[in-house]
């Protein structure tokens, strides 16, 4: 296990991700903004137009008025799509430029007491730094392998039916103008929302696959990482159960969605340098950390199922995640459903 100087190091980066994802969300929220503004704009003069010709929602949905509505509304989606693919692909890059920042500092602090870059060098085991153009590669790509313009494409025609729907209850309810926008603002906000999402998802990931290359570029010191997740009550359980699990340099982190946790490098040990001497006391994991919390807590983040079945000694902590595969996201570790936990 890799010392706790390494992974504050990683803490110390992973908080210069979260600026930058908090930035880039920004940006997409005020790109998302004009969409909501239009949309919420020709709703309530469709409904007033309803409301005063007294029109049942099947006739509101043959008037020109709505067709245009809606064509209007597909197409600032499909310009928001743009925007935001744009916003996700510098978010991207900058990530990026974090990992190659990070990484070799993250190896350095990994290394025993008393073992340098410099001792390393001497040894023949100097730092290989991959130049810029090697993890171009992680720009504008998605969890499928596709562009991340092709995830957000459909943004406006996926929301498109609940805007239908979510206009036609207000109608059909009689509700104003005003309540009938909001339930289309909700419906809208699907896009945003998704759009989020894979602007969190993306970034993070380009991040630590540019920290993985670096890494495997220097697999005469680092021989593997380790997974690092917050220790906190808003980590998933599947996190909390995989904290410190041994990855190879070849394997990529099957994180899921939104997910944060980092990649903390598993590097040449005492004995690996032909040093008789004692092995670098081990960090505490968030399995650690769970159960020193008291009882009340960690039964509000386990569930009480999940709680009494590990009390009862039935599981263990580390039973709590399983891997999933998607289409879009690749090899996610999900939290493991109660029914197949055998309890």
């Known amino acids: 296990m890799p010392p706790p100087e390494a992974q504050q190091s990683v803490e110390n980066f992973a908080r210069l991700l979260a600026a930058q994802d908090r930035a880039a969300s920004a940006q997409v929220v005020r790109a998302y903004a004009p969409v909501y503004r239009r949309l919420q704009q020709d709703t309530i003069a469709l409904v007033r137009l309803a409301q005063t010709e007294g029109l049942?929602?099947?006739?509101?949905?043959?008037?020109?008025?709505?067709?245009?509505?809606?064509?209007?509304?597909?197409?600032s989606a499909s310009q928001f799509a743009e925007q935001a693919a744009e916003s996700v692909t510098a978010s991207q890059r900058a990530a990026v430029g974090i990992a190659r920042?990070?990484?070799?500092?993250t190896v350095a602090s990994a290394?025993?007491?008393g073992i340098t870059m410099d001792n390393l060098a001497r040894l023949g085991l100097g730092w290989n730094r991959l130049p810029a153009d090697a993890f171009a590669n992680f720009?504008?790509?998605?969890?499928?392998?596709?562009?991340?313009?092709?995830?957000?494409?459909?943004l406006g025609t996926d929301a498109a039916p609940q805007v239908r729907a979510a206009i036609g209850e207000g109608i059909a309810l009689g509700k104003g103008p005003g309540p009938t926008a909001q339930l289309v603002r909700v419906a809208a906000g699907m896009p945003l929302s998704r759009a989020l999402r894979?602007?969190?998802?993306?970034?993070?990931?380009?991040?630590?696959?540019a920290t993985r290359l670096q890494y495997a570029n220097n697999s005469q010191v680092v021989n593997g990482?380790?997974?690092?997740?917050?220790?906190?009550?808003?980590?998933?359980?599947?996190?909390i159960a995989l904290d410190g699990e041994l990855y190879a340099l070849d394997e990529p982190l099957n994180e899921h969605p939104n997910g944060r946790c980092a990649l903390v490098p598993n590097v040449l040990d005492y004995?690996?340098?032909?040093?008789?001497l004692p092995p670098t006391p081990q960090p505490a994991t968030a399995r650690d950390w769970l159960r020193s919390q008291p009882a009340s807590k960690q039964r509000d983040i386990l569930g009480t199922?999940?709680?009494?079945?590990?009390?009862?000694?039935?599981?263990?902590?580390?039973?709590?995640?399983?891997?999933?595969?998607?289409?879009?996201?690749?090899?996610?570790?999900?939290?493991?459903?109660?029914?197949?936990l055998g309890i």
């Open 225 to 239: 990482y380790r997974r690092h997740a917050d220790k906190g009550e808003d980590t998933c359980l599947a996190c």
């Open 111 to 113: 290394l025993p007491r």
């Open 139 to 154: 720009v504008g790509i998605s969890g499928d392998g596709q562009p991340v313009g092709r995830l957000l494409a459909e």
């Open 56 to 75: 049942k929602p099947w006739q509101v949905m043959r008037l020109k008025r709505f067709r245009d509505l809606e064509r209007q509304f597909l197409r």
């Open 198 to 209: 894979i602007t969190r998802t993306e970034t993070n990931r380009a991040y630590r696959e």
């Open 271 to 276: 004995q690996d340098l032909g040093l008789d």
């Open 101 to 105: 920042q990070a990484t070799e500092q």
């Open 305 to 340: 199922r999940r709680y009494d079945a590990i009390q009862s000694g039935q599981i263990d902590l580390e039973d709590l995640a399983t891997v999933r595969s998607s289409r879009v996201w690749g090899d996610a570790a999900v939290v493991k459903p109660i029914s197949e």
